[in-house]
């Protein structure tokens, strides 16, 4: 499945940036194929592969922010791989051109 | 913490009546204090509480689903027990009346 | 079509209940039907109905918060009216018993 | 203002890529700054730039389809330009490194 999340420290002031430094860390040190976009992480795997990264980004995030608000998008399609390439591949298939990403 | 979420089959057409009623029979029998809305089931609990009902649902979702959609909204804020139904008692209180719900 | 949001003030510290209650009560003297949740709140309307409302609640919110992140969720089934009332009693009727709401 | 948007076609089967083609060359030819991911589509812009390319999207679709589900999200923060690239960008100079994306 792929999964996009996003995850918002409340009460800590009007920048993140810091926070979210981590949690792209802990994706990118998870091994879990990933993209980064401005507004959200976005990661392939099971349930049971994702869910434990998530958590752990939320937990690590909430360490710090007295509040934290954490979305969470998951596109579930079985027996279909790498769709985390696959998916922008056949748009720009259809388009007969690259899009920006 | 509190979470919404909602559970889309995708590829069984137009009406989903069925799995959403097997979402919230499931969210019911879980013992979760929760809040079904037109939109989506709001639960409250801890992540290992409520994460493993999500699953079970988006389980049995794509048990008869090609392709299914999950989002969930989560709103941590430790300390702050029974927001479930302390949020929107809050918001009345300061309206100083009753809020459609 | 339904449509659900959310109005985070980012900025202003942990709480929002000030805010909230603004957004509340834009929504409540704008006549649309709405039901407020612990997450959000869903308006039934068309779109031209339903997003100047959520955009003047966005613009209130932002008057005093240095950063508004915003969620709407919208789900559109032309033809089927009053949704906000019966996708929960065509669940309820499913389950043959009331759902906490 | 950054906003992603996804616009899920229902009623017409498991495969989307056809409808999700047509929403990315709406945006490509909007002419407003975008990325587009496997999840969605990142856009900047005004609320008044923003949200009528969004309703186009909207519609486009739901001329195929007998229902839509819509998600936006908005994270407004007033006088910080060109934040689709700035915010990946600050997130890779804390880290010291490139991120995949």
């Known amino acids: 499945m792929l999964a996009e999340f ?3 420290p409340i009460g800590i002031g009007e920048s993140m940036g810091d926070q979210i430094a981590k949690v792209v860390k802990i994706v990118d040190e998870s091994g ?3 993209k980064a976009n401005p507004m959200g992480t976005v ?3 099971n ?3 994702v869910m434990p990264i998530i958590k752990k ?3 690590e995030v909430i360490k ?3 509040r934290v608000i954490t979305s969470v998008s998951i596109d579930d ?3 279909k791989p790498n769709r985390i390439v696959e998916k922008i591949r056949s748009v720009e298939k259809r388009l ?6």
Chains 1, 2, 3, 4 share one sequence.
Do not use: A, F, M, T
Request: net charge neutral; glycine share 12%; aromatic share 8%.
């Open 47 to 49: 349930w049971d592969d």
């Open 6 to 8: 996003s995850i918002i």
């Open 32 to 34: 879990l194929p990933y």
């Open 96 to 101: 007969g051109k690259e899009v920006k990403k």
């Open 77 to 79: 399609r079985p027996g």
């Open 43 to 45: 990661v392939e795997g």
């Open 64 to 66: 710090s922010s007295p």
């Open 57 to 59: 980004c939320h937990q």
